[in-house]
């Protein structure tokens, strides 16, 4: 069963416009939450973190907001940018300092259109 | 050289072949990690290892095994491929704090 969910496999912004990805995840144990940015035949990396005492975390254009009441979680992209077009996966751990793993969402590929 | 080195990155193997993809690391983690993905399903863990003695499964384990010969070093193994085992394989490592740090994968096709 999927415990990180991204419904939306794709989207497509304007340059220059806000980008939001969402996640939702089923579990209530989760604390600790991330972004990866993917692109073609590269792993992914790491993005932007957020622990569940916060409900907002900041790094430059990337924003992630957490709603833990909803199990939601989303990253705002301000502004959008040709090179941020790759496909963005939410990931979710419950404990991860005391060693469990982080579960995935399906990805959003989003492309930026110039 | 990057941080997480996998090879091969890419293989076609045959039905009923014994195959070890390989992961090697610079950051000095001691967690270790093989990944799967495959379209629409996101990344599901395989195996991890917290050191050298430590092996653990993921959640798709059945199928694969590993071995962790260093602190740097974690390879997965496939005792006999099957075509259903055709996916994108990532190996990572982790120290507890931050997140993951991924190697640029290995494409494997099981014809």
């Known amino acids: 069963d999927q415990q990180v969910k991204q419904n939306s496999p794709s989207l497509s912004v304007q340059e220059g416009r806000i980008s939001i990805l969402n996640c939702d995840y089923t579990n209530s144990m989760f604390d600790y939450f991330l972004w990866y940015k993917k692109y073609p035949a590269e792993g992914p990396t790491f993005l932007i973190s957020i622990s569940s005492i916060k409900d907002k975390n900041e790094d430059g254009r990337f924003t992630v907001f957490l709603n833990k009441s909803a199990k939601h979680l989303s990253l705002h992209i301000v502004p959008s940018q040709p090179g941020d077009s790759a496909v963005y996966f939410c990931?979710?751990?419950?404990?991860?300092?005391?060693?469990?793993?982080?579960?995935f969402g399906t990805g959003t590929s989003l492309t930026v259109i110039p | 050289d990057a941080d997480v080195t996998q090879t091969p990155r890419n293989r076609i193997t045959k039905t009923g072949k014994r195959i070890m993809l390989e992961c090697s690391q610079t950051?000095?983690?001691?967690?270790m990690y093989w990944y799967r993905q495959d379209p629409g399903l996101g990344l599901q863990l395989i195996y991890y290892s917290f050191d050298v003695k430590d092996i653990n499964k993921g959640e798709i384990s059945d199928g694969y095994s590993v071995s962790r010969q260093a602190q740097a070093k974690f390879s997965l193994s496939l005792e006999s491929a099957i075509p259903n085992q055709t996916a994108l394989y990532f190996c990572a490592t982790a120290s507890g704090t931050g997140g993951y740090t991924f190697g640029s994968g290995t494409r494997l096709t099981v014809v």
């Open positions: 990931a979710a751990s419950a404990g991860w300092n005391t060693g469990n793993q982080f579960y």
């Open positions: 950051k000095g983690h001691d967690r």
